[in-house]
Nanobody
């Protein structure tokens, strides 16, 4: 089992920045991918950004150029740096880690005011 603990969400004005963190309870080397999804109430989760075990990254078109995913293997943590935030980025953000199954964090709220 793995626990993923997210932090860093909150309220920010449009144009501002936030950094989300996702700390795993054990080494992240075994995961084939880690990253972030986000979800609006009543809607399907959408992929925001992911990083594969080889370090390659993938971003949703809506955040490409504004968000950056990174990891610190010494801290077993994945980060999502979010810049130039827009009101439409206001969603709950979920960290995930994939190996034979997918693990999810509890979610963290990001609110961007106009």
């Amino acid at each position: 089992q793995v626990q993923l603990v997210e932090s860093g969400g909150g309220l920010v004005q449009a144009g501002g920045s936030l950094r989300l963190s996702c700390a795993a309870s054990r080494s992240i080397f075994s995961f084939t991918a880690m990253g972030w999804y986000r979800q609006a109430p009543g809607k399907k989760r959408e992929l925001v950004a992911s990083m594969s075990s080889d370090g390659s990254t993938n971003y949703a078109d809506s955040v490409n150029g504004r968000f950056t995913i990174s990891r610190d293997t010494t801290r077993n943590t994945v980060y999502l740096q979010m810049n130039s935030l827009k009101p439409e980025d206001t969603l709950i953000y979920y960290c995930f880690a994939r190996e034979l199954r997918v693990y999810w964090g509890q979610g963290t709220q990001v609110t961007v005011s106009a």
